[in-house]
């Protein structure tokens, strides 16, 4: 077990000695100063930020325009659908009074025969 631990802190000493020699070496061969440096990220941070505010700008639109259509979508459907009702309802009322009618029909022949 004891094996095991200083594996780990030897691992972990040589992964910091080589991030800080990695970073004074990137230091020392930089083909700018730290100021030129901080300008161009300040920049690419703001063009970063203008691209995203179009990308959300475009899927804004993007998903509005897909509300837009999902409701017309769901109008038209509303529509069919109270359409679809009242011609259904037409129909039964039809079929009720065929129904009333031969129902009639039969008592008139019953009275008939019976009396």
């Known amino acids: 077990m004891e094996r095991s631990g200083n594996g780990v802190v030897t691992g972990t000493l040589l992964l910091t000695a080589g991030a800080l020699l990695g970073a004074g070496v990137a230091l020392l061969l930089a083909p700018q100063s730290g100021r030129d440096t901080r300008k ?3 920049r690419y941070a703001k063009k970063a930020g203008r691209k995203a505010e179009g990308v959300v700008g475009e899927f804004s ?4 325009e897909m509300v837009d259509a999902v409701g017309e979508k769901a109008e038209g459907i509303l529509g069919q659908g109270k359409d679809l009702a009242y011609d259904a309802k037409k129909e039964l009322i039809g079929v009720l ?5 031969k129902l009639e029909k ?5 009275e008939k025969l019976i009396a």
């Not at 639109?61 to 509005?64: D, G, T, Y």
């Not at 009074?97 to 009618?101: A, H, I, S």
């Not at 039969?106 to 019953?110: A, D, M, N, P, V």
């Open 106 to 110: 039969q008592r008139t022949r019953l």
């Open 61 to 64: 639109e993007s998903v509005s």
């Open 40 to 42: 161009d990220l300040a």
């Open 97 to 101: 009074e065929e129904g009333q009618r």
